[in-house]
């Protein structure tokens, strides 16, 4: 390992033997815990930056629950050591803000693919290159939530860019992109996914990710009903349940 602090991957700060070869990647440190009392036997393994790490089991193997902070930068990072560890497969736990109408406040979404609006995979790949989940992970997760909205996402690096493009010098760019978005029927606004899914694809690994919407702008400038949800258990449930699928199904391959 080129880049270690005291034999550690620089970052994250844990050894191979503190982590499953399974991941749940939340971004909010706060949100670990939570994710890990879902595990066997969950024990608290590092937490150096923004990477908290806990790591307990499901179907007698290991898995590991670590966060990413906010962000393509600090989610690539972290993905590149896990990986350097020897994990293979991950699922990001995360939020979003619906851009159709018809995602409320509360749905889940499964990531199919995320637009790459930012600037952490322009590091790995040509922009010609689809940052796409993987269809085994993706697979799981639907039919771990059949109910969830499956499809393209958004992807950016600056969320008052989107909450408030009026103040960017930028806004002709940033307003005709989201247009776009929305013809193109893309589901979701998020910060994560093209990075993560850009660098599983170069380290040959699985990614996949479902997300809590909180809320839609959209709706909300049309008069439509839009609350903020904040509770993320259903879509921490369903992770954890296709974790279940994905190593009952390596098991049988065994």
Not at 28 to 44: F, G, Q, S
Not at 62 to 83: H, K, N, Q, W, Y
Not at 200 to 227: D, F, S, T
Request: hydrophobic content about 40%; some cysteine; glycine content about 10%.
């Amino acid at each position: 390992m080129k880049y270690s602090q005291n034999g550690l991957p620089y970052h994250i700060g844990v050894s191979a033997d503190q982590i499953g070869r399974y991941v749940l990647l939340p971004g909010d440190p706060k949100r670990v815990k939570k994710i890990a009392a879902h595990l066997d036997d969950p024990v608290k393994q590092g937490d150096s930056r923004e990477y908290e790490t806990w790591t307990g089991s499901l179907e007698g193997v290991p898995v590991t629950v670590m966060s990413t902070g906010i962000g393509g930068p600090s989610a690539a990072i972290g993905l590149e050591e896990l990986c350097d560890l020897g994990a293979h497969t991950f699922i990001r736990i995360g939020t979003c803000g619906g851009i159709q109408p018809e995602i409320r406040s509360g749905d889940l979404v499964i990531a199919q693919a995320a637009c790459r609006q930012e600037g952490t995979s322009r590091e790995y790949a040509p922009l010609s290159w689809p940052a796409v989940a993987d269809f085994a992970v993706t697979d799981a997760l639907h039919e771990a939530a059949p109910a969830a909205h499956i499809g393209v996402v958004q992807s950016k690096d600056s969320f008052y860019g989107q909450h408030d493009p009026d103040r960017m010098p930028v806004v002709d760019r940033l307003q005709g992109d989201w247009k776009a978005w929305k013809r193109l029927g893309v589901l979701a606004s998020e910060m994560e996914c093209a990075a993560l899914f850009t660098v599983a694809a170069y380290r040959h690994v699985r990614c996949g990710a479902i997300l809590l919407v909180m809320a839609n702008q959209e709706r909300e400038k049309a008069g439509l009903e839009n609350p903020v949800v904040r509770d993320t258990e259903a879509a921490i449930t369903a992770a954890v349940d296709a974790l279940r699928l994905l190593i009952r199904q390596e098991k049988q391959h065994d």
